[in-house]
């Protein structure tokens, strides 16, 4: 999703969003630890997810616009 979208979304949204990115980068860790990594690109991915979430958040916390 863009920043766009993440823009739309209320900041508890948001809360919820990051929280289950940050699951999924957890268990993309251990899998790779444990040496099951099947997608290797999607560690980056979620990486740029959770910061285009962090940057909507505090977005909304100073009143602007993404």
């Known amino acids: 999703m863009s920043i766009k979208g993440f ?5 508890a949204e948001l809360q919820d969003e990051l929280l289950k990115l940050r699951r999924e980068q957890f268990n993309l860790r251990m899998a ?21 979430v962090k940057t909507a958040l505090s977005q909304h916390r100073i009143g602007g616009k993404a």
């Open 7 to 11: 823009a739309k979304k209320s900041p």
């Open 32 to 52: 790779a630890a444990a040496g099951q990594a099947a997608k290797p690109d999607q560690h980056g991915k979620v990486r740029k997810t959770i910061a285009r």
